[in-house]
């Protein structure tokens, strides 16, 4: 797939098992389409889908589950811990792969569109997405939720950017939609040592972006201050692009830090954690674990687990596996409930295994495909395994010589040297595959029909492009492994290793490891 989108609906039920396969299998249903995460909630009554695929079956799909939710939903009936004005709370879009924002908000517009005209909902458009400036903030659109909706279509200034406005009887069943297309959403909820939502709140307001109502006096009792059109007045809270409230989930029996992180590129989820953990100590609580909803980036949590170990003063050259799994203890993922990356990572969601099946496979598999009749993999292949290897040695001296006692003073040198030896080895294993793949293209090349001149043309071009490539990545494997060698160089030159005399390869002879 060439562009990929994600789309991360939230539907008003989290209680009724049926009703969510009902609406989920339709989503399965599309050609291309790969659901990724269901995640239900009791006390919110909410369910938050994640599906993915290419932009035209996204949005085939995601029409498809609006529609059969507006069937099995009565809004008229819900009752929820989570703000919601429609059977299909939200639905937005996420530019994943070889797509731009500019380009999925356009396809959320046309989504919008097709959903008010086609099945009579009122729809919304927000963030990337939104039609006027005031509707960016879906805080904004949902205001007086599904409760207030009748007033709000009423109203001039909030009429819906498609679809009805009015509160009719299918309208009153559905409620209304909010469209949107926006950077990644991590959903992300911590978990506290009390019951009691107005702290969990208090705590929320410090770190959400918006923060909370300014007082009189700076006392949580004084009058509220207003600006001079009668808006209240607000301290900005500590995290930047990070929205959040408190409140009690009667499931686990305590209240939760509820946020959602919108750019987890200027807030990650490990700063959000800390600061929680340091305002919950200033009022006597304690965070004992959190939550992830839904899925998240691969990025995000390599991150976090690079974050803890530094703290830890440990090198965080090691494998995405390890940093997984420091993260996950760290953050507390795992309280209530096991956190399995395989399906909470979204890159592992949608890895096409069959894509690697080289450094996927064992090495008396590899071995024994490299000798068979197969002219791949060859060379190239194996030659990037190697390098891979040697980097990995490399990587592991440092790792070593980072945790020695007594080199404490130099844990972070080690530490660099090691997380660069990482870099390189995962670079020279990406092109073990790559290197067959580039090799059967030009096999591929050699086998296009040649039975007119055009043929003969297009034969002749696909022929050289595919033997540029197959040189070129050999070449890389070259270029990386030599590259590579200067994760090696240092040692035991250039780093000194006081109080102990001993250069760190001798930690690798016998007796010394």
């Known amino acids: 797939m060439d562009q990929i989108i994600e789309c991360v609906p939230n ?21 291309q389409v790969r ?46 811990a989570h703000p919601r004005f429609g059977a299909t709370d939200v639905l937005p879009l996420v530019p994943v792969k070889g797509i731009s924002m500019e380009e999925t ?42 409760e207030g909706l ?29 469209v949107s297309a926006r950077n990644f959403l991590v959903a992300y909820n911590i978990n506290l040592n009390t019951t009691s939502t107005r702290w969990a709140n208090a705590i929320a307001f410090d770190l959400r972006e918006k923060g909370r109502v300014k007082r009189e006096g700076g006392t949580l009792t004084g009058k509220p201050l207003k600006n001079n059109q009668g808006e209240p007045l607000f301290e900005p809270g500590l995290l930047k692009g990070v929205k959040g409230i408190g409140w009690y989930i009667e499931e686990y029996g305590i209240a939760q830090l509820s946020f959602n992180i919108t750019d987890i590129t200027r807030t990650t989820i490990h700063q959000t954690f800390e600061a929680a953990c ?40 090691v494998s995405d596996e390890a940093l997984i799994k420091i993260a996950v203890k760290s953050l507390g993922l795992d309280e209530l409930g096991p956190f399995d990356p395989k399906k909470k990572i979204i890159e592992y969601l949608i890895e096409d295994k069959d894509a690697r099946p080289l450094i996927n496979s064992s090495v008396s598999q590899f071995v024994e495909n490299t000798a068979s009749e197969s002219p791949a993999p060859g060379g190239g292949s194996v030659s990037a395994c190697m390098g891979a290897m040697g980097a990995a040695l490399g990587s592991m001296v440092a790792n070593l010589s980072a945790h020695k006692r ?72 070259m270029e990386l492994s030599y590259q590579s060698m200067e994760v090696m160089k240092p040692w035991p030159k250039q780093v000194t290793l006081a109080p102990f005399p001993m250069p760190a390869w001798a930690l690798l002879q016998p007796g010394r490891r």
């Open 11 to 31: 539907f008003s039920e989290g209680n009724q098992p049926e009703t969510i396969r009902q609406i989920t299998e339709v989503i399965q249903s599309v050609n």
């Open 35 to 80: 659901l990724i995460d269901v995640d239900a909630g009791q006390a919110t009554n909410r369910t938050v889908v994640t599906f993915v695929g290419p932009p035209e079956a996204v949005c085939e799909a995601a029409f498809l589950a609006v529609r059969k939710a507006a069937q099995l939903i009565d809004m008229r009936k819900h009752q929820g």
């Open 105 to 146: 908000a356009s396809l959320a517009r046309q989504l919008a569109q097709r959903i008010g005209e086609e099945l009579q909902i009122p729809v919304y458009c927000y963030e990337n997405a939104a039609l006027e400036e005031k509707r960016r903030n879906l805080a904004d659109c949902r205001s007086g939720e599904y």
């Open 150 to 178: 009748s007033q709000k279509l009423s109203d001039p200034d909030w009429q819906p950017d498609f679809g009805p406005a009015r509160f009719d009887e299918k309208v009153a069943r559905s409620g209304a939609t909010a």
């Open 278 to 317: 340091q305002r919950a100590e200033i009022r006597g609580l304690r965070v004992t674990g959190s939550q992830l909803v839904g899925v998240v980036p691969l990025q995000a949590m390599l991150d976090a687990g690079r974050y803890f170990l530094h703290k830890q003063k440990r090198s965080a050259g």
């Open 406 to 477: 007594g080199w404490e003073a130099q844990w972070e040198t080690f530490a660099q040297w090691a997380e660069k030896g990482k870099t390189f080895q995962d670079q020279l294993l990406r092109l073990v595959d790559e290197d067959t793949r580039a090799f059967n293209a030009i096999l591929s090349a050699f086998q296009l029909p040649k039975s007119t001149d055009q043929e003969k043309q297009d034969r002749r071009t696909a022929i050289q492009k595919a033997t540029r490539y197959a040189i070129e990545v050999p070449l890389k494997v």
